[in-house]
């Protein structure tokens, strides 16, 4: 029996979106094809018969994961700093910290990225500078979005591996504290550049 195209295309979609949810849990690494498969309702028969091997099936992974961080910055009202604040406050919450099947896959499986294999790498390559693209939006330079992405990213990695909750509650606390201040500045400063521009 032959599927339609979007059957077949439903059924990707739901390996990656179920693989990526198990792989952000329990690591990339330590997920056999069979365990991705079976967290994504399928066969592992049938997860081959859409990724080749399991290079091709993280890389894929990383693609979706990271448009959809690309996806949660890109809404233009993030451009006021309030609405950007309130969105790295929720990146740097207790429920992302507890929760990184839902979340985003830099701080669960960066570690794994940074092993893997060029295919793997240059799919991580693509999906991070399209986030330090929206980020750029918000912070109001290039310097200043890989400066927020990198220490959002690596407070929550922190925090995740902490073992004490008041550790863990410190350091985000602190993260959002500084995410918070840099934002507030830059968007004065772009709020002065437009004033000098109408005068």
């Not at 790498?121 to 890989?146: C, E, M, N, P, Y």
């Amino acid at each position: 029996m032959r599927y339609p195209k979007e059957y077949k295309n439903q059924a990707r979609q739901r390996l990656l979106d179920y693989g990526a949810r198990h792989a952000k849990q329990h690591g990339f690494a330590a997920s056999g094809m069979d365990a991705i498969a079976s967290a994504a309702g399928v066969t592992s028969g049938s997860l081959y018969k859409h990724f080749d091997s399991k290079s091709s099936l993280f890389a894929a992974m990383i693609r979706a994961e990271l448009q959809r961080t690309t996806d949660l910055f890109a809404d233009g009202r993030l451009r006021d700093a309030d609405a950007a604040k309130a969105r790295i406050t929720a990146y740097l919450s207790t429920r992302h910290l507890r929760h990184p099947e839902r979340g985003c896959p830099l701080p669960a499986l960066t570690a794994e990225i940074a092993r893997a294999d060029d295919t793997v790498r240059a799919a991580f390559d693509d999906g991070l500078r399209q986030i330090h693209k929206q980020l750029k939006v918000i912070a109001g330079s290039s310097t200043k979005a890989w400066a927020l992405l990198a220490q959002n990213v690596g407070a929550l990695m922190l925090a995740r591996a902490a073992l004490a909750p008041a550790l863990q509650q410190e350091l985000l606390r602190s993260a959002r504290k500084e995410a918070r201040a840099s934002l507030s500045q830059d968007c004065s400063h772009r709020s002065l550049e437009c004033k000098r521009k109408m005068l």
